[in-house]
């Protein structure tokens, strides 16, 4: 097999749904594979990746409407109610914990890929501007859902000494992800500082980033002028960070943090 394939997109949609053909006939009809599983599973994988972007190009004949081959006659035809989620595949440790999501919990099928966030994490972190001390926090992260498509968000946050016990209370903000097509997010978060701000984002596995798109101050509240937070996975830790321009200060680092799961 040959691997020098098109480079142009609607080429090499055409590639994968002639390549893929043939790799299944050999596979279900010959009992001869011509690929090991995971070879396999990677091209159809960039055959769903492209047909999410155009799925104008989707047909009721394409490889990705239908199971295997044509099933023989011997046996009988059964109508699945909900999908088989065992014919999914996974690559790494995020796709794994979004299988076990959507198995357990209803876990809508847009959030799939936010599917590692939930739960809830908690850790410390800390924070320094221009216009305040620098501050340590403990912090608390919860990311839950009802089975619609998109995800409940809630932090709160204590300052706390060196030590580590708490001083008083800290930030607290609330908020819903939703995921688009082409791996776009929209975020809306309020805070109970008196701001309210959408944010638009992307992501990439377990790798974050949201760009501040718009937002309301109160008008006793400081003013946000842009903004950019990541998150992700790292070594099983929740880790996030924001950077913040306000009162006249140009974009910096403002927090950041790195939570653990709890356990359920």
């Not at 799925?55 to 490889?63: F, G, R």
């Amino acid at each position: 097999m040959s691997f020098n394939s098109p480079t142009n997109l609607a080429e090499r949609y055409a590639f994968l749904q002639a390549e893929l053909a043939r790799l299944e006939h050999a596979y279900y009809v010959l009992d001869n594979p011509l690929l090991p599983d995971i070879e396999y599973d990677k091209l159809y994988r960039e055959l769903l990746d492209i047909e999410a972007a155009h799925p104008d190009w989707v047909t009721p004949e394409s490889l990705s409407q239908r199971v295997g081959g044509v099933a023989l006659k011997e046996f009988d035809s059964v109508a699945h109610e909900v999908p088989m989620l065992s014919l999914n595949n996974a690559f790494e440790e995020s796709e794994l914990i979004a299988f076990d999501r959507r198995c357990r919990e209803g876990l809508h099928a847009d959030l799939n890929p936010l599917a590692w966030m939930v739960g809830t994490w908690r850790g410390k972190g800390r924070g320094e501007y221009p216009t305040i001390p620098g501050f340590e926090f403990a912090q608390e992260v919860v990311f839950n859902h009802d089975g619609r498509p998109f995800m409940n968000y809630y932090s709160r946050s204590w300052i706390i000494d060196d030590k580590g016990d708490i001083l008083r209370p800290g930030a607290s903000e609330t908020g819903f992800w939703r995921v688009k097509p082409n791996n776009v997010l929209e975020v809306v978060i309020t805070h109970s500082t008196g701001i309210a701000e959408g944010w638009v984002g992307q992501f990439d596995g377990p790798k974050i980033q949201l760009v501040l798109d718009q937002g309301y101050s109160a008008p006793s509240a400081k003013i946000v002028t842009a903004g950019v937070r990541l998150y992700g996975l790292v070594e099983g830790q929740l880790f996030s960070a924001y950077d913040m321009a306000a009162e006249g200060h140009e974009l910096q680092a403002h927090i950041w943090s790195s939570l653990e799961r709890q356990s359920e």
